[in-house]
């Protein structure tokens, strides 16, 4: 009888026990699921060109720099750049609202290996071209106004593009041409990438 209450009480006393040895137990962390997956660091070229007619009137180049993962495929993780200005717009009632204008991209790639990667690209332009007159009303202007109760409002054109592409290491692909409806302008859009050695 002895011995099975020494039996009991030392199983009660590994029962209670047991909590605290296992919380001081770390979970063994496998070395190779922290490595990161493999990937190529490449730089990506988008140059924006505009022409009127024939002649060129701009030439706009973006440059990103990005690791690619070596992968058949795309996966989720984006490189994203903004530039540009806001642009104050009369909004009435001696009110002004700010509009950005400028270039937004957003990026990912997978590097397929032989030299192609796969990229898909968002890209959005918006630029002021000209100005027209708005008409103020009466309350709004002030009787010392030399635009004589007009405001000048800024036209704000704008391009977006969606592109999914395969490329290849140094090949200059003219992925977009678009003309403006109203103003005629072409915008050409050519993206190229290299592996940055």
Not at 101 to 114: E, S, W
Not at 134 to 160: C, L, Y
Request: proline content about 7%; aromatic content about 6%.
């Amino acid at each position: 009888m002895r011995t099975s209450s020494v039996q009991v009480a030392s199983l009660l006393l590994l029962g209670m026990l047991s909590p605290m040895v296992l919380a001081q137990d770390k979970p063994k962390v496998d070395e190779k699921a922290r490595v990161e997956a493999p990937s190529t660091p490449i730089k990506v070229q988008i140059v924006c060109t505009e022409f009127e007619g024939d002649k060129k009137t701009k030439s706009l180049p973006y440059v990103m720099y990005m690791n690619a993962p070596d992968a058949t495929e795309l996966r989720s993780g984006w490189t994203k750049f903004r530039i540009g200005s806001r642009l104050p717009v009369y909004v009435g009632k001696n009110e002004m609202q700010y509009v950005d204008v400028g270039t937004n991209v957003d990026a990912r790639a997978a590097y397929t290996g032989d030299s192609h990667v796969l990229l898909q690209i968002t890209l959005e332009r918006s630029w002021v071209e000209g100005e027209v007159s708005v008409p103020v009303t009466k309350s709004d202007a002030s009787p010392s106004d030399p635009t004589g109760g007009h405001f000048q409002e800024p036209i704000i054109r704008g391009f977006k593009s969606e592109l999914d592409m395969k490329l290849r290491d140094g090949q200059p692909v003219e992925s977009t041409v678009a003309t403006d409806p109203i103003s005629g302008k072409v915008v050409k859009v050519e993206i190229s990438f290299t592996v940055v050695k």
